[in-house]
């Protein structure tokens, strides 16, 4: 666990991500914190949003229920050593590269239930899609995405797999909505249940639900 000092830095940086309306701070804000939960993205962004309440979601986020509960846990293993500042990944973010992002951002918000978190460009260039605490990027490139001989060579090359808990009922939704499957719902040696779609550029996205019992 990171020092005092750390974790101050910590809570300020996801102050000034709100501040500049880094959207996937939105997600991490309305995950955690109460007052924020289930809102959209773009209206948490748009909420007041304070240092008191970038140090609760510090402080939730290590399993503590207020930020002074976090610092009094912290006191004793303060030490006057220097200490290595340990960086805290918060999120990720699969990017996709697509010869068209509305016809990207199409398919996954009409096919797979996806919404727009944000798209950039006239005509966009860069777009980002979400769906509970998923997140894929978007990015336009010229031209086909793959080669001609690329799936050819390496057909289940997947740009990314999304993690769920139960993965048979996002699989019969999929199913009902059209989507191509590349390999539909199997149960794998260890025990997780997993299935592959294929977006209309041709990346494979994986979706893997917790092993079965």
Not at 74 to 86: F, G, H
Not at 199 to 207: C, T
Request: aromatic share 12%.
């Amino acid at each position: 666990m990171p020092n005092i000092e750390n974790l101050r830095k910590q809570a300020k940086q996801y102050l000034r991500w709100h501040r500049d309306r880094h959207y996937p701070v939105a997600f991490q804000i309305s995950s955690v914190l109460d007052r924020f939960r289930g809102l959209p993205d773009s209206e948490v962004l748009k909420m007041d949003f304070k240092l008191t309440d970038a140090q609760e979601l510090v402080a939730k986020q290590y399993g503590f229920e207020s930020w002074p509960a976090l610092i009094k846990a912290m006191k004793p293993m303060t030490t006057t050593a220097s200490t290595v500042s340990k960086a805290v990944i918060v999120a990720a973010e699969p990017q996709l590269f697509v010869a068209n992002i509305e016809v990207a951002c199409d398919f996954y918000v009409r096919k797979l239930g996806f919404k727009i978190a944000f798209s950039y460009g006239k005509p966009p260039f860069y777009a980002q899609v979400a769906r509970d605490g998923a997140r894929l990027n978007l990015r336009k490139v010229a031209g086909p995405v793959f080669d001609s001989g690329f799936r050819g060579r390496e057909r289940d090359a997947l740009s990314a797999v999304l993690t769920l808990n139960d993965a048979k009922p996002l699989f019969l939704e999929f199913q009902t909505a059209g989507v191509t499957f590349h390999q539909t719902l199997r149960t794998e040696p260890w025990g997780s249940r997993t299935f592959i779609i294929q977006d209309p550029d041709e990346n494979l996205i994986g979706f893997a639900g917790a092993p079965t019992r």
